[in-house]
């Protein structure tokens, strides 16, 4: 037997291939949309790809259960408390897939979803009485638990889930033998959480003296402990919930209908009907020229999670990138169910060379240079779109905090009479903020270069939620 994980660090996700020598069979456990690597990795190891297990109804990305049904055949197994719109195999508590040396036993572990489950990998070549690992999904994570309170599980409220929740971890998961690994499905970066680690794998009994809600508490202390202090989550999270309990096109379909070259003139066609305009250019080439409208979110980050949280699933997307970039603009954006890509600008910015009039650009700003025009008279706004939590832990004096995932809704909130510059923490999500308030129609926004870790390695004065510093 072989338990491989994968992990998928632009999503924070981790998924799980398990092989069997002696049956040639092999499963998959919470897949990303694009299959290719468990695909060639089971034929690698002469097997065939025969099952495959969605832990729960995952929000933060489109799962490749169907890709994996399409491709290789393979049966869909969900736990019994799910209601999908396709044929799957539902399993309860104790049910038990079994082939050559594998084993892989179900655990009923609501709380994160209703319908959660956590899976017990056996390797019988070793002991049909211990199990090797314990497949969490987002029940258990390193360092932390599933949040009980997205909104994926309608009508479901989050008190009821915290109270599964609560039963899951202290009648089920803590009472494995403490040398159980533990192999969640997802890490740090993750907002299905606020504590990941970024380790990805842990065992039980680490986990046991070292994370925080496993340690003795009374159910209340435990339900308030994991319902404060979440991360605000993004809109299509809900979506992808939903999207993942339906019959759907599989990525390979979706693409080969997106990945359409477009002139120019369908471009700003498409963009007067409605359409966004996605470039996946690297900031410092987006705003040095973009096509008017644009937005950027850079292929080089956490991109598809910061495309779900600006753009929407319903209106037409039209790619910009680079040349060669196309594929993989659209394919992450399929990772996370967003199949409404109308096609791509032909040639990219090159078939704006003689379209001067299209072009746009947005200033850079150092933190000194910034530093300098706040002590003039003609002091700029200065925004910051990181988290309140990473705002209260040190900010510039007087900077206006409007996190990222709330900027659209709130740009008529930043000053139009002087200009604006934008910061985060590094610079990725700055360039998105600049590209909304651009889009939105400010001509005076700029972009802090390196973000608030430039201001303060430049040893410029900072203040956190209570004091000044430097």
Known sequence: ???????????????????????????????????????????????????????????????????????????????????????????????????????????????HTPESISILVYDLGQSAETPLAVLTGDTLFIGDVGRPDLLASIGVTADDLADMLYDSLTNKLVKLPDETLVYPAHGAGSLCGKHLS???????????????????????????????????????????????????????????????????????????????????????????????????????????????????????????????????????????????????????????????????KIERVTAVALAEQLASDAAPTVLDVRSEKEWAAGHIANSVNIPLIQLRDRTAEVDANRPVVVHCEGGYRSAIGASLLAQAGRDDVLDMVGGFKAWVTSKLPHETATQPVG
């Open 198 to 360: 970024s380790e990805t794998v842990s065992t039980i009994g680490e986990q046991k003296k070292f994370n925080y809600a496993l340690q003795p508490m009374s159910r209340a202390d435990f339900k308030q402990l994991v319902t404060e202090e979440q991360p605000e989550a993004p809109d299509y999270f809900v979506y992808d919930a939903i999207l993942n309990r339906q019959e759907r096109l599989s990525l390979e379909a979706s693409m080969a209908q997106s990945l359409q070259a477009l002139s120019v003139e369908e471009v700003l066609r498409l963009q007067s009907q409605g359409a966004q305009l996605l470039d996946v250019r690297d900031a410092i080439d987006f705003e040095g020229a973009h096509l008017v409208g644009s937005i950027n979110v850079g292929i080089r980050g956490k991109y598809a999670q910061w495309c779900g949280t600006v753009l929407d699933h319903e209106h037409p997307i039209v790619i910009i990138a680079e040349s060669g970039q196309e594929a993989e603009a659209v394919m992450r954006l399929g990772r996370i169910g967003f199949d409404n890509v109308a096609g791509y600008l032909g040639d990219g910015m090159n078939a704006l060379r003689d379209r001067p009039e299209l072009v746009a």
């Open 1 to 111: 037997m072989q338990l491989k994980q994968y992990y998928l660090a632009c999503l924070s996700h981790a998924s799980y291939l398990i092989t069997d020598e002696k049956t040639k069979t092999a499963a998959v456990v919470d897949p990303q949309r694009d299959i290719e690597q468990y695909v060639a990795d089971a034929q690698a190891a002469g097997c065939q790809i025969k099952h495959v297990f969605l832990t729960h109804f995952h929000a933060d990305f489109l799962a490749g259960h169907i890709e994996l049904r399409d491709q290789c055949g393979a049966t869909i197994y969900l736990g019994r408390r799910a209601e999908p719109e396709f044929k799957a195999h539902l399993l309860a508590e104790g049910d038990r897939i079994e082939f050559g040396d594998v084993r892989l036993e179900i655990l009923e572990t609501p709380g």
